[in-house]
């Protein structure tokens, strides 16, 4: 069994471009969670879902930013027209839910806006 | 009020000392707390989890959790070098869709 693995780790983008990341939960996990952290700070929630069903949106998180979950397994997250304050650490964890909620990261994306 | 509050720190003791991380959380529902270690660059690793009052043990680690105070601890016995690292306390709402965060920690152990 392999953890929470998250692709790219690294992503350096031009202001304006569209980025996309990757999540792949650990197995049989039906919970799936995206936080960005930024240096000095503790991960911010950007979203939930619980199976494909995304059921939390953090009043945050712009319109630029969507996440999808299709078939309640692997989860990205798109920023659209990057901007320098999205230059963050993105972190996925998953969980098994409420009978067992501890929640496990994957090692995250590393995005510079430049 | 943040949801979560911690001491930012930075925290330094010597090695073979006790480190006490302390962490207050506003919503008094909250039924699951978790305390993870960070290193720099690198994403939270889960350490503890404590679900009711009282301490829990594991290891070097101690949580203790209050809730009648709202307020939920870490104890790391024996100090090690290695353990120098930003602690982060995090506690799921009551509403269970979220994890909220503190700010975290910084912990120096000094050989």
């Known amino acids: 069994d392999t953890g929470v693995s998250q692709d790219p780790r690294h992503k350096i983008t031009k202001r304006g471009q569209n980025v996309t990341f990757r999540c792949d939960p650990i197995s049989e996990h039906n919970r799936l969670y995206w936080y960005r952290q930024t240096l000095g700070q503790g991960p911010e929630f950007l979203t939930y879902f619980q199976n494909e069903a995304q059921l939390e949106k953090s009043r945050l998180l712009s319109d630029r930013f969507s996440a999808e979950r299709p078939k309640g397994s692997f989860s990205t997250l798109e920023i659209q027209r990057t901007e320098q304050g999205d230059s963050a650490m993105y972190l996925c964890?998953?969980?098994?839910?409420?009978?067992?909620?501890?929640?496990?990261f994957g090692q995250g994306t590393r995005l510079t806006v430049v | 009020q943040k949801e979560v509050e911690q001491n930012s720190g930075p925290l330094s003791v010597p090695e073979g000392a006790i480190a006490s991380l302390n962490c207050t959380y506003s919503?008094?529902?909250?039924?699951?707390f978790f305390w993870y270690r960070q290193y720099s660059g690198k994403s939270p690793e889960l350490i503890m989890s404590i679900y009711s009052n009282g301490d829990k043990e594991d290891g070097r680690f101690t949580a203790q959790l209050n809730k009648a105070s709202q307020y939920v601890s870490l104890l790391i016995r024996d100090s090690q070098p290695s353990d120098s690292a930003t602690y982060l306390c995090a506690v799921d709402t009551n509403t269970g869709n979220q994890f909220y965060f503190g700010t975290g920690t910084s912990l120096t152990v000094i050989p």
């Open positions: 964890a998953s969980s098994l839910g409420q009978a067992s909620p501890q929640a496990f």
């Open positions: 919503d008094r529902g909250s039924q699951s």
